[in-house]
């Protein structure tokens, strides 16, 4: 079985307060992109295996977000091993959540290919506790091609609310990732967490044109300092005719929003 896993964006991201488990309360509109996808295969074997290619990550096979999703569901309902084939196309520590869209779409095949009768509520559990906003793409890699699956997220990225954003109809997007590689925790030491005046999901309600100066990503200011690359990529798509730009997570890809 074969499953194309997408990537995402964050259009605005505000960090509102450090929990205490050591993560941070935030709130983000999640989009899932198809034009930027790896490639996943997991077919049955007779030992456990994970082949990489493409742009591959540096990591042990157990660190691996598909690994860790077999050895969940393994668990729970004694699977038999399998082979695990993963084309990364998506760039690591760019904020598009690769290895997410990864781990969650692992699920999903195992879950296709064992009939183990998950519904996405079930599987978004289990991506839940492989990645903060794996949940995400259990719902994003089942929809199609075309979709954005525009959620709001909040909490620590596990709590997810589908939203209309009228202002997103007819959009495409353009992305660009320069080669600068940034951790979530180099970004996270950055920021200062402060509880929005306005919330994101009031800023999305209004026209895209006025996105440029009223939705932000908390993470810009002090990854732009240390980054100015990213600041030019992001100056760049607005004088190519972008209507909102902005990087996306916590880096370090910078999107457009194009009108049709």
């Known amino acids: ?136 793409f259990i719902y994003a890699n089942q929809d199609s091609e075309e979709s954005l699956t525009p959620m709001l997220v909040r909490g620590r990225g596990e709590l997810l609310e589908p939203i209309e954003v009228p202002a997103l109809n007819g959009v495409t997007v353009k992305i660009e990732s320069p080669k600068v590689f940034i951790s979530t925790a180099e970004a996270y030491r950055g920021v200062v967490p402060e509880k929005p005046q306005i919330p994101l999901s009031e800023l999305l309600k209004l026209p895209l044109n006025e996105w440029r100066y009223a939705i932000k990503n908390d993470f810009e200011k002090s990854l732009f300092e240390k980054y100015p690359l990213l600041a030019e990529c992001k100056e760049s798509l607005y004088s190519k005719g972008a209507v909102y730009a902005s990087m996306s997570g916590s880096g370090s890809s910078v999107f457009g929003l194009f009108i049709k």
Do not use: W
């Not at 499953?3 to 309360?25: A, C, M, T, W």
């Not at 074997?45 to 096979?61: A, E, F, N, V």
């Not at 691996?64 to 050895?71: D, H, Q």
């Not at 690591?92 to 296709?112: E, V």
């Open 1 to 136: 079985m074969i499953i194309f896993p997408k990537s995402k964006i964050n259009v605005g991201l505000q960090v509102i307060e450090k929990r205490p488990d050591g993560y941070h309360n935030l709130e983000s509109l999640f989009l899932g992109l198809s034009q930027l996808s790896d490639i996943l295969e997991i077919v049955e074997s007779d030992k456990l295996s994970l082949s990489l290619y493409g742009m591959m990550p540096d990591c042990q096979i157990e660190q691996n977000l598909c690994v860790r999703a077999y050895r969940l569901l393994e668990c729970d309902f004694n699977l038999p091993p399998v082979e695990i084939h993963l084309h990364k196309n998506i760039p690591t520590g760019a904020g598009l959540g690769g290895g997410s869209s990864d781990g969650a779409a692992a699920l999903i095949l195992l879950n296709r290919l064992f009939c183990l009768g998950l519904d996405n509520v079930s599987l978004a559990d289990y991506a839940a506790r492989i990645g903060s906003d794996c949940s995400f």
